[in-house]
């Protein structure tokens, strides 16, 4: 492969690159700034490109180094927005009412691929993603995208490991709320 | 999938539980349908 096609290859994931990375950061020009350096990286180390995972998954790993690197100078901006108020855990228990019993019994969901199969699906759940609170949206990624450890994410972000399951927990809630109203709850869909 | 750690006494507790509870099996399966989602996602 030459080299242009391999930067054709590479530059062909940058939209993809590009979302996640501005569910990361949630600053469109520093995410284009980091997947920009992404490719660049990817470039000078194709030799590195072993082809034992995908293209994909090999320049989401660079971008994964780029986006910690970048979060580690943001927190340390004054402006960037304590994840306090999102480690709250007052509605940990909305699932349930008073007696313990669930407030809306979860629905059956179907089957997984026959849902992935369906051409909107992913674009719902981009939606969903865009509308987490931002540091919700960044853990969730780092932990489910970037595939981070618990203890790294804790380390990166400087949050307790029970700060961490609350935010996971929260975006996984959130998730499947809208999951519920903007998918499964269109006709046809819950099959 | 599990991202917190629980003690056995617990575990075993929430398994039980499980067994006979039909909303947690569909609730369980709901999380288990979010993880595969963003696998396929990041695919």
Redesign the interface.
């Known amino acids: 492969m030459t080299e242009a096609d391999f930067a054709s290859r590479c530059n062909s994931h940058r939209g993809y690159l590009l979302r996640v990375a501005v569910l990361q950061l949630r600053d469109n020009d520093l995410a284009e700034d980091i997947v920009q350096d992404t490719l660049v990286a990817a470039l000078q180390g194709a030799q590195g490109f072993s082809g034992r995972s995908s293209l994909k998954t090999w320049l989401t790993g660079i971008l994964k180094h780029k986006i910690v690197d970048a979060i580690r100078r943001k927190t340390r901006e004054p402006a960037f927005a304590s994840l306090d108020e999102e480690c709250q855990i007052e509605d940990f228990d909305a699932l349930f009412d008073d007696s313990g019993h669930w407030e809306n019994p979860p629905a059956d969901w179907g089957d997984p691929e026959s849902q992935f199969s369906r051409a909107q699906f992913f674009d719902i759940m981009q939606f969903c993603l865009d509308k987490l609170p931002p540091n919700t949206a960044r853990v969730f990624m780092m932990r489910e995208v970037m595939e981070l450890e618990s203890n790294e994410i804790c380390k990166e972000l400087s949050i307790t490991s029970t700060n961490l399951w609350v935010i996971l927990y929260r975006a996984r809630m959130a998730l499947r709320q809208c999951l519920e109203q903007n998918w499964f709850a269109q006709p046809g869909r819950n099959a | 999938m599990q991202?917190?750690n629980v003690s056995l006494p617990l575990y075993l507790r929430i398994r039980l539980h499980l067994i006979w509870c039909e909303?947690c099996k569909?609730?369980e399966?709901?999380?288990?349908?979010?993880?595969?989602?963003?696998?396929?996602?990041?695919?």
Do not use: C, N
């Open positions: 991202d917190g909303a569909r609730f399966q709901q999380m288990r349908f979010l993880h595969m989602a963003m696998r396929r996602y990041r695919q």
